[in-house]
């Protein structure tokens, strides 16, 4: 059975920091590539970043790059995403999901298997 777990979320301060992990089980890791997404009310999901499992290559979202960071412990089978510097507009459900490679990882469609997301809150 596939399964992508996310570690719970939380509430942070605007400026503070959190990191989500994602436990992937059920599929061959290291043939997949991992994506971030994000879900505020009454938005679409939003890509937020990507990692490739292969080759560690790392993708971000312009609203993120320079505050996020996303990493792979591929001895877990799982990926990192540290949110630096949180305003109050990464406010959002995040969802973790695997697709073979990351050049199609803003798309929704480009995915195989969603975790079950997580809630992030960032307070002014």
């Known amino acids: 059975e596939v399964q992508l777990v996310e570690s719970v979320g939380g509430l942070v301060q605007a400026g503070g920091s959190l990191r989500l992990s994602c436990a992937a089980s059920?599929?061959?890791?290291?043939?997949?590539?991992i994506g971030w997404f994000r879900q505020a009310p009454g938005k679409e999901r939003e890509g937020v970043s990507c990692i490739s499992s292969s080759d560690g290559s790392t993708y971000y979202a312009d609203s993120v790059k320079g505050r996020f960071t996303i990493s792979s412990d591929n001895a877990k089978n799982t990926v990192y995403l540290q949110m630096n510097s949180l305003k109050p507009e990464d406010t959002a459900v995040y969802y973790c999901?695997?697709?073979?490679?990351?050049?199609?990882?803003?798309?929704?469609?480009?995915?195989?298997?969603w975790g079950q997301g997580t809630q992030v809150t960032v307070s002014s």
């Open positions: 999901a695997a697709l073979f490679g990351c050049s199609g990882y803003g798309s929704i469609t480009a995915y195989d298997y």
């Open positions: 059920g599929f061959t890791f290291d043939d997949y590539a």
